[in-house]
């Protein structure tokens, strides 16, 4: 878990110190006035029909020692941190941002329509065979939960792994910012938010700003069974690693079938090649135990460890 004194936060964001102990320590975050923690920063979301400052007497309530404003200029409360900033978004934004610089193991960032939650669990339990992972709880995946699960997270960790969702334009670019991952997972790409977005080809492209950070030769998992994201096969953006039941993908899976009520397989990847068994039904798992097992080979898990914690994953 992060912590900050108030001073050095209000220069993370880029806010005033209004007033309040400089010396006060942060150790938490909190967005909902009625679950603070203590030694929390409130930081109060304008929403569209209810603005967040209405509750900032009730965190302090609670507990809380600090609370970001976007309405005062000037503030006098001796018992209090408060620190003016433009957008408190953007402020819990940076504030995820400098927890994200302290992170020094690898971060998995793991995106697509459907499947990222359990694609998410079963690239944990993969990776739990070469240490300590950390990551994502729940659905916090978007612009205020990254920011809230990297501040969180615990810093002996091996492996991070982060779920990014999307729903609106523009805004992976913000998330991959934030999250900075070394290393990322596209499960597929459907029709989930085409609404706002217009078509699954523009779905595509936003899920890939997820790689804007990415230096050359970084790899992206993908699945190589949808058609939208076989079109990056030569792409110069990222180096792309295929899963899928297809001969072409990098690992796949072969002679998939039900046995004693377990979902069996043969995987097959970078010159390896293992049987693998899931007490968990469909082709979809399959699909995520293969992302999971790319995941493990890429970051030098052992195959037969990582298999045996994906057998006994329910």
């Known amino acids: 878990m992060s912590q900050i004194t108030a001073e050095k936060l209000a220069e993370v964001v880029g806010g005033t110190l209004l007033c309040g102990n400089p010396s ?30 209405r509750f900032i007497e009730g965190a302090f309530s609670k ?13 006098e409360d001796a018992s209090h941190v408060w620190i003016r900033v433009e957008d408190t978004v953007a402020a819990l934004q940076r504030m995820g941002g400098w927890a994200r610089e302290q992170i020094t193991c690898p971060v998995v960032g793991i995106t697509g329509s459907v ?50 969702g999307m729903s609106e334009p523009g805004e992976m670019e913000r998330i991959a910012a934030i999250a900075q991952p ?11 938010h085409i609404e706002n977005l217009g078509s699954r080809e523009r779905i595509c492209e936003e899920k890939l700003h ?8 970084m ?37 998939v079938r039900v046995e004693g009520g377990r979902t069996c397989f ?7 090649k293992l049987e693998l068994s899931l007490g968990i039904p469909g082709t979809h798992n399959v699909m995520n135990a293969l992302a999971a097992l790319a995941a493990a080979d890429i970051l030098r898990v052992p195959w037969e460890a990582a298999a045996e914690k994906l057998s006994a994953f329910s």
Do not use: C
């Open 24 to 53: 006060q320590v942060i150790k938490n975050i909190s967005i909902d006035s009625r679950s603070v923690e203590e030694d929390a920063v409130f930081v109060p979301i304008i929403g569209a029909k209810v603005d967040g400052h």
């Open 63 to 75: 507990g809380a020692a600090a609370t970001f404003t976007s309405e005062h200029d000037a503030m």
């Open 115 to 164: 499947g990222k939650t359990t694609t998410r669990e079963m690239v944990s339990a993969a990776l739990s065979a070469g240490g300590k992972v950390a990551g994502t709880r729940g659905n916090s995946n978007g612009q205020l939960g990254v920011p809230l699960t990297l501040w969180g997270m615990e810093k002996d960790a091996d492996f991070a792994v982060l779920e990014m």
């Open 182 to 192: 070394d290393l990322g997972i596209v499960t597929n790409i459907g029709v989930s």
């Open 210 to 217: 997820m790689a804007d950070g990415f230096l050359p030769g």
């Open 219 to 255: 790899p992206m998992i993908l699945n190589g069974d949808d058609d939208q994201l076989q079109k990056y096969r030569d792409t110069k953006k990222f180096a792309p690693v295929y899963y899928g039941l297809g001969e072409e993908n990098d690992f796949r899976a072969e002679n």
């Open 266 to 272: 043969t995987v097959t990847g970078n010159g390896k």
